[in-house]
């Protein structure tokens, strides 16, 4: 998986060079100070996490399972103070399976990449509206920091994707909160409770029959943010 991360990783710092280059954990550091706008920063973060939540509307059933990895850039908000870059990235790993007797969907997910470090999981509930329409619904907590500040992250998402041929594509929206706090600033310290909506869509591509990739756009405070990735789903 890791190999799978590194990957994605090389194909995104193409195109997204500044937002790969940019450790988050020193830009923080750096750039923070008593005017730092840290509810901007929470948002764009929470939202940055929060796009691994989906890739489509689809989910394994049991007892098959979906691993891969992705690496999601947010553009960062205007007043968003904090970020010395237009863009914020990292990658994350995840893993999910179908809970047997009770049909849920366990997934796992976590990040140790550009200065940010992350471990989170989830549940989800997937089924079919109609024939074609498949329709996932979700809840996850992750637990993120860097030297400078810790988070506690919840989202809440539901995702629709409908596949024709190879192609598969979704549509979805989530929300997500952030209780956020800066640490070894002394005085400086603070904290914030903040939420931000996001709205995706995107296509996944089976390139190989269990081998995907997938890319897509999303909406955020205002701002366009982009994540693709790859991965095996049985």
């Not at 840290?38 to 098959?64: E, K, T, V, W």
């Not at 024939?131 to 919840?154: C, K, M, P």
């Not at 995706?200 to 990739?213: D, H, Q, R, S, W």
């Amino acid at each position: 998986m890791k190999k799978l991360l590194l990957v994605v990783v090389s194909l995104a710092a193409c195109a997204f060079p500044a937002a790969a280059d940019t450790n988050l954990n020193d830009d923080f550091g750096k750039h923070y100070g008593p005017g730092s706008n840290i509810r901007a920063y929470n948002q764009d973060i929470i939202n940055l996490i929060g796009m691994a939540d989906f890739h489509s509307g689809n989910a394994p059933s049991f007892p098959g399972f979906d691993v891969g990895a992705s690496f999601n850039v947010i553009k960062t908000a205007h007043d968003n103070n904090i970020s010395s870059e237009d863009y914020m990235a990292s990658g994350f790993l995840s893993a999910q399976t179908k809970l047997p007797v009770i049909g849920l969907g366990a997934v796992v997910r976590g990040t140790h990449f550009n200065g940010l470090e992350s471990i989170g999981a989830g549940l989800t509930y997937s089924t079919n509206v109609i024939e074609f329409l498949n329709i996932t619904v979700g809840g996850f907590y992750d637990h993120a920091s860097t030297d400078y500040y810790s988070l506690n992250h919840y989202s809440l998402s539901a995702s629709a994707s409908t596949t024709l041929l190879i192609f598969t594509p979704y549509i979805g929206a989530g929300y997500d909160h952030g209780d956020f706090s800066t640490r070894h600033f002394g005085a400086d310290d603070r904290s914030t409770h903040d939420g931000a909506m996001r709205y995706t869509a995107g296509v996944n591509v089976k390139v190989l029959p269990f081998i995907y990739v997938f890319g897509a756009y999303t909406k955020t405070q205002g701002n366009g943010s982009f994540n693709g990735g790859v991965g095996v789903h049985f």
